[in-house]
């Protein structure tokens, strides 16, 4: 489906935008500082160094879902893909959106940004889980589609590590190379369950099922280990996490904050806010 030329982004505005991911260092490790998402048409922000929260209007007409995927792009604008009819768009802390080409209309996807592209796993058709991944080009504002995962995903946590995309989720892991399209299990076990995956300091952490945590060698996206314990935290999703120094901070869909100090390995709830 064609978006509505008012939607679109103008020449002048989509170069600019363009350049601004080009110029984006795949490995420049550049603290978040804050959590932006969307929740219930507003777009809420949890300032990671002040543990505050604040929200603005969101200029945009069709309804989100809950159950969308976003993530964040280099130029400070979160990508957001799914919503039931494959309503794709990025929107920033202003509020202002801009349209993109239609995808898949799969819920709870995993996504990430790579290389001018926002590569997308998995999801939710509303009748079954898929295994199907897809490529969003945001130069040629183009869907692709990839070859198939290995098994079924949904709710994936994905990140980069040394040009491979690390895909983890409850049902297990996988490192998919976006140079030749295919995956690999992560070794020495596929049976690394995972809540979220994320990369700091060119180092891989994936907080698993049951308080488990997984840590990858220094830039090698294959092999990891476990590398410590914490307590489990309830059965409540994670929901939009960020960094901010040398600390990982998740935001449950409870509205809870939690920090893991990747120094002293120290996993502790920091705030907790109103929805």
């Given at each position: 489906m064609k978006p509505n030329k008012v939607a679109l982004l103008d020449k002048k505005e989509s170069k600019k935008t363009n350049r601004k991911l080009e110029n984006f260092e795949e490995n420049k490790d550049l603290d978040s500082k804050e959590i932006?998402?969307?929740h219930e048409g507003r777009i809420l922000r949890i300032n990671l160094e002040t543990l505050s929260k604040s929200e603005s209007p969101l200029y945009i007409q069709e309804r989100i879902s809950p159950f969308i995927s976003m993530c964040r792009l280099p130029n400070s604008e979160v990508f957001c893909y799914g919503n039931g009819?494959?309503?794709t768009f990025t929107f920033n802390s202003q509020?202002?959106?801009r349209q993109l080409w239609y995808g898949r209309p799969y819920y709870d996807s995993g996504c990430v940004y790579y290389n001018g592209n926002v590569y997308a796993f998995g999801g939710s058709s509303g009748y079954r889980v898929v295994n199907r991944a897809y490529k969003f080009s945001l130069s040629k504002n183009q869907w692709s589609r990839l070859a198939n995962m290995p098994a079924e995903f949904m709710l994936c946590s994905c990140a980069v590590l040394q040009h491979?995309?690390?895909i983890s989720c409850s049902d297990g892991s996988r490192v998919y190379d976006p140079e030749i399209d295919s995956y690999t299990e992560l070794s020495p076990s596929s049976q690394i369950n995972g809540l979220v995956v994320y990369v700091i300091r060119n180092r891989g952490y994936i907080f698993?099922?049951?308080g488990k945590?997984?840590?990858s060698g220094v830039r090698n996206p294959y092999n990891w280990e476990l590398s410590g314990n914490v307590t489990p935290l309830k059965n409540t999703p994670f929901g939009y996490f960020g960094h901010y120094k040398d600390a990982f901070y998740f935001l449950l869909r409870d509205f809870c904050l939690y920090k893991f100090d990747i120094q002293n390995r120290h996993f502790s709830k920091v705030a907790s806010f109103s929805e």
């Open positions: 932006m998402f969307i009819s494959g309503f509020g202002s959106f491979k995309i690390i698993g099922s049951g945590i997984y840590e």
